[in-house]
């Protein structure tokens, strides 16, 4: 499976619904989904979340993004990432 990192970005209404009951429902999506949650940070400054999570194809990422935007009012964007040992055997 792939790597992907989501950046989440708290919305005023997201910021009041904060609690570990939320978050165990973002794992549960992100399995649901297809994936894997790797690790998960809360950030200071402009992204207030970072999920670094597998999933099978960038589809489900897409689908897992938009099923979190719509559930807690947290906006993610995501990136696929490769370790620096699969990048340099790119070369």
Known sequence: MAVYLMYGKYNPGSLKEISPGRTEKA???????????????????????????????IENVVKTSTDMSNMFGISFSSTPA?????????F
Do not use: C
């Open 82 to 90: 490769i370790t620096i040992d699969e990048f340099d055997k790119l």
């Open 27 to 57: 794992k549960e999506l992100i399995q649901n989904n297809g994936g894997s949650l790797k690790a998960g940070y809360a950030l200071l400054g402009d992204t207030d979340l970072l999920f670094i999570v597998e999933f099978p194809s």
